[in-house]
């Protein structure tokens, strides 16, 4: 079979199984990259594919998604991550956009932007909490940002092979970059804020009028009440006054009324620098040893983000002592749990990306678009695009692609930064079941799939054109 259709097949399969019979995405991914292995004729090379792509995301990604479920979950039970929302809204009038600078500022500096939003999505989600915005809202804004400035901006990981491989000015690269993910990353602030006005009105029809709340609806407390027991086994944790205080119109400043707080969870409530010190402690290390290309071994041990944000767990879980050990162990088991659930849908994505990648997929739609008779600037925007569409990583499209128009360079007469730009402007498109981060996006801001393909999928391909139109514009007027 031609490897375009494999690819088509593997795409409505997926789709299929995960949104229509509702199969887990963990075996969806799996049965379908196995299936995709035997059509393209090679069904042992598949199983390789399969167990090779599942021990490469889980060694990158487990102790990275493992330390920050576990810090997230322990700073919102002991009130940090409340105060740090709180912060937020002190000193930004607009939490939706500082949201959305805190992505777009972190995830080059740490060169990973499923990091940045590993660490940041509980505030995220304290803010929707809060603010009774629809979480939806609030990690999209995030996730969206981190991704502009990752997909765009020197030295990010996604630019800095394609640099290097087409000899570019990075000086030119970098403020070309940077002067188009600004507008980019503000594209997908207001598609963040648009999506959260639709979603309300959504919400509002279904509502009961007498627990509707004015502005945006707390969609949070309904996902908390259905996914958390009203009464955990240790510490006595209770959540059920949440609708008593939306009945009776109660509103507590936070926007949520819990049981734990009038249990005495107040006088354990940490500080500023408990409740800082492990999101930022880590960050700073991350940042700090990105910053130097020599190191004393020390500093790059600690920087390492496994590293860091392990020492982040340790501090969360200092800062939880007020807890009780048998609280703190709990929620730390939660925290692990929970992870083990992102941990198996990513493997899942790794595995069809590896099978994909073995079938010829994303090299044969590439050399499809290199014979269509467009604009030359067009070519690495949408070779880039098929690529990323196949096999889902946005580092591995910017390493397969410049190698693939390497040798067309001449016949497009492109400069190297706008090549690059174009190239990296398709790693927007398109984010699907094979992506990590679409697993992660949903997993950890407690989404559907259907919810993560409108949020993400929409979201950065909205990105992806106007990236791409910036950079085309450049070039038309400025070169």
Not at 28 to 50: K, R
Not at 262 to 273: E, Y
Not at 439 to 463: C, D, Y
Request: proline share 6%; charged share 15%.
């Amino acid at each position: 079979m031609h490897p375009a259709l494999i690819f088509l097949f593997a795409l409505i399969s997926i789709l299929l199984l995960t949104a229509k019979f509702r199969l887990h995405p963990f075996l969806s991914l799996v049965l379908v990259s196995l299936f995709t292995g035997v059509l393209a004729g090679e069904p042992m090379g598949a199983v390789e594919a399969v167990t090779g792509g599942l021990g490469s995301v889980f060694s990158r990604f487990a102790i990275i998604i493992t330390s920050g479920s576990i810090i997230g979950l322990l700073l919102q039970k002991t009130g940090g991550m409340s105060l740090i929302a709180s912060d937020i809204m002190r000193f930004s009038r607009n939490p939706l956009l500082a949201l959305s600078l805190l992505g777009f500022l972190f995830s080059v500096p740490m060169m990973c932007y499923i990091l940045a939003y590993v660490i940041f999505i509980p505030i995220a989600k304290e803010l929707a909490a809060k603010l009774n915005y629809p979480p939806i809202s609030t990690a999209t804004a995030l996730a969206l940002g981190a991704v502009a400035s990752f997909n765009l901006v020197y030295p990010s990981p996604v630019i800095i092979s394609a640099a290097e491989e087409l000899s570019a000015n990075t000086d030119t690269l970098f403020l070309l970059g940077f002067f188009i993910a600004v507008p980019t990353s503000t594209a997908g602030y207001l598609y963040a804020r648009r999506l959260g006005k639709s979603e309300t009105a959504r919400a509002s029809v279904h509502d009961n009028p007498e627990q509707a709340h004015p502005g945006f609806t707390d969609i949070t407390e309904i996902t908390e009440i259905t996914e958390t027991p009203q009464k955990e086994e240790a510490g006595g944790i209770q959540e059920k006054d949440i609708e008593v205080q939306r009945k009776d119109g109660v509103q507590r400043k936070d926007g949520v009324q819990r049981k734990d707080r009038v249990q005495g969870r107040d006088p354990g409530k940490p500080g500023r620098l408990e409740a800082y010190a492990p999101i930022f402690l880590p960050l700073l290390l991350i940042l700090f040893q990105a910053g130097f290309e020599h190191l004393p071994p020390l500093f790059a041990f600690l920087g390492n983000p496994n590293v860091a944000l392990l020492i982040g767990v340790l501090l969360s879980i200092f800062s939880g002592r007020a807890l009780g050990f048998e609280m703190v162990k709990t929620l730390v088991e939660k925290g692990v749990k929970r992870s083990g659930v992102v941990l198996l849908d990513l493997c899942g994505g790794g595995a069809l990306g590896a099978t994909l990648a073995m079938t010829g997929a994303g090299e044969a739609l590439g050399r499809f678009f290199l014979q269509i008779n467009l604009p030359h600037i067009f070519v690495p925007f949408l070779v880039a695009a098929a690529l990323q569409t196949v096999q889902g990583s946005r580092v591995v499209t910017m390493l397969v692609a410049p190698s693939l128009l390497l040798p067309l360079v001449p016949e497009l007469g492109l400069p190297a930064e706008i090549l690059i730009l174009a190239m990296a402007s398709g790693t927007f498109m398109i984010s699907h079941v094979n992506d990590p981060f679409f697993w992660i996006f949903g997993e950890l801001a407690e989404l559907e799939p259907s919810e993560v393909f409108r949020a993400n999928t929409l979201g950065g391909a909205l990105m992806g054109v106007v990236s791409f139109l910036l950079v085309s514009g450049v070039y038309v007027f400025f070169y």
